[in-house]
């Protein structure tokens, strides 16, 4: 390693000073739990349930939180924490199942209440403590249990209480050792960030100082150890994960890495181009684009239905990516943009301690027959962390703050049969609507916006001259996790101008209809 290497480490380690490990017991929140954390400037990650005070002392915690989870404290095989993790001298915050398990592992009383308490709740604070600075006495909490501490263990005492739970919140007298039975990360309890805050500053004394930028040269370093002399190649789509993975990398390796960009022809207007000027006019890498739109216009050739049409790009995706790489020599691993909510969806952070370099299949990426090392330097990392470290390593606006774009691309909005002409009427409306709504200042506002050009035609009347032509839909939703969306209030003028330039500029489309449906019952995409 040289010394701007060592250089790099060393400031990794110090930025990492301070970090908070979340174990997962199972809990839905044991996400927005981390986010809420780094949200506070504290690094920190999750980890698998019985993690050992061995394995925990490596990552040399501030502190740590128990996450909720569905079991009960007191069920044979219910996840249980090592013991010897309140031996450490750690303080540690249970929440929910978290604060049973401090109180159960340490000589307190869980058990079932008649009554399940679900929802939103008054606490009063009956104690004050640091932990409940600037906590107001009296005010809304968010609990979902149907157990409770019925007793705490000795040295412990309560500090709140609801209506329906005498002991909603608990304390070790001496040591830093805490729980709370509602759940603080939720929006659902208003002041549950000043809880965390609270916790993380007052009671870990982490120092709040981690940034992206420390994450970025940690990264840089980190790749820099693992890869050695070996070359990396990196898929280049133009969504936003793959430009900052290639970025990071590029950072990291400089000439040791090759990009491809599979241009499978289903891509929006300008796409192709905007990535290969800032790939090698921006960030000077090498790389090797493939013109596939014959290849897969060939193999999508009377495709209507939608799995199909995926599965087929899918495996024309591989192939092209395969021969691609077979041209680059002694490739040793592949990069991906793998990001923390796959990690955390396929299971794959609570089969061990989330390591930043490891072998893992993304979903939906390519496969591991490819015979390369994964690195997925983003899959500790948020979406919008995603985007502020693009930022930071210097990629436009325009490629970090696009709106999303499914891999099969405009296949799965062009309903019907893939052909070229009609691709093309999508690409070129999809481009006014993009256009328009950049024009009216609310790009940024929206989650994704985009125009699907239905299999039907209508009729209409241009001129003196009835048409039938092609109809089309603008689809534009607000969403905070893709999960769940809402079809966007876009102003009529916005809506309008829409409409009317796609039927004045876009041959073959006479009719434009908006997409008011959300999600659930509806998906986003329309295949
Ligand atoms: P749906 O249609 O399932 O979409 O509500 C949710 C989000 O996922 C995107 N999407 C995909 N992204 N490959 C991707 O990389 C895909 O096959 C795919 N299908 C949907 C979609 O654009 C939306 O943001």
Redesign the pocket.
């Known amino acids: 390693m040289n010394a701007a290497n060592q250089t790099d480490v060393i400031e990794s380690l110090k930025s990492t000073e301070g970090r908070v490990l979340v174990l997962d017991f199972g809990s839905q929140y044991a996400q927005l739990i981390a986010r809420r954390v780094r949200e506070q400037q504290v690094y920190c990650e999750i980890v698998r349930h019985d993690i050992t005070a061995e394995q925990v002392r490596r990552h040399n915690p501030s502190g740590l939180i128990f996450s909720g989870g569905p079991n009960s404290v007191y069920e044979d095989g219910s996840p249980q924490p090592d013991p010897e993790l309140f031996e450490l001298g750690l303080p540690i915050l249970g929440i929910c199942y978290g604060m049973q398990l401090v109180c159960n592992s340490l000589g307190g009383q869980v058990a079932s209440v008649p009554c399940r308490e679900y929802g939103p709740t008054q606490v009063s604070v009956t104690h004050r403590d640091p932990l409940f600075n600037e906590f107001p006495a009296e005010t809304q909490v968010w609990m979902s249990h149907g157990d409770q501490v019925q007793e705490v263990p000795e040295g412990f005492e309560s500090l709140a209480k609801t209506g329906t739970c005498p002991i909603a919140a608990v304390k070790h007298r001496d040591r830093p050792l805490y729980g709370l039975q509602f759940h603080p990360e939720v929006t659902h309890t208003p002041q549950g960030k000043t809880l965390l805050k609270n916790f993380l500053y007052e009671v870990c004394h982490c120092p709040g100082n981690w940034q992206l930028e420390d994450f970025a040269k940690e990264q840089i370093a980190k790749i820099r150890e693992h890869v050695g002399n070996d070359r990396v190649i990196c898929g280049l789509?133009g969504?936003v994960d793959s430009a900052v993975v290639a970025a990071l990398l590029y950072r990291a390796i400089g000439d040791q890495l090759s990009c491809i960009l599979v241009d499978n022809g289903l891509l929006r207007k300008g796409e192709s181009q905007l990535v290969v000027d800032e790939f090698t006019d921006h960030f000077k890498t090498d790389l090797h684009v493939v013109n596939g739109e014959s290849v897969f216009l060939e193999a999508l050739e009377g495709i209507t239905e939608p799995q199909e049409k995926?599965t087929v790009i899918g495996h024309t995706f591989i192939n092209c990516f395969k021969q691609a790489s077979e041209s680059i020599d002694a490739v040793k691993f592949l990069a991906q943009g793998t990001l923390y909510p796959d990690v955390i969806e396929s299971g794959a952070a609570v089969d061990g301690p989330a390591a930043t370099i490891k072998l893992h299949h993304n979903v939906?990426g390519l496969p591991e027959e490819l015979g390369f090392e994964l690195i997925e330097p983003l899959r500790d990392l948020f979406k919008d962390e995603v985007r502020a470290l693009g930022l930071e390593l210097g990629l436009p606006e325009k490629i970090v703050w696009r709106?999303?774009?499914?891999?099969?691309g405009l296949a799965?909005r062009c309903l019907g049969e893939i052909k070229k002409d009609r691709l093309d009427v999508l690409r070129e409306a999809d481009a006014i609507v993009i256009d328009e709504i950049h024009q009216a200042g609310l790009y940024r506002k929206t989650?994704?916006l985009?125009a699907v050009l239905l299999p039907i035609q209508s009729v209409g009347v241009m001129g003196d001259a009835r048409t039938y032509e092609n109809a089309l839909v603008i689809r534009c939703?607000d969403?905070d996790d893709?999960?769940t969306?809402d079809w966007t209030r876009l102003p009529y003028d916005v809506l309008a101008k829409m409409s009317t330039r796609i039927i004045n500029e876009v041959a073959g489309v006479n009719r434009v209809c908006y997409d008011i449906s959300s999600?659930p019952p509806?998906?986003?995409?329309?295949?």
């Open positions: 789509s969504g995926r939906g709106h999303p774009f499914p891999g099969p799965v989650s994704q985009f939703v969403t893709f999960m969306a999600k509806a998906t986003i995409e329309w295949e």
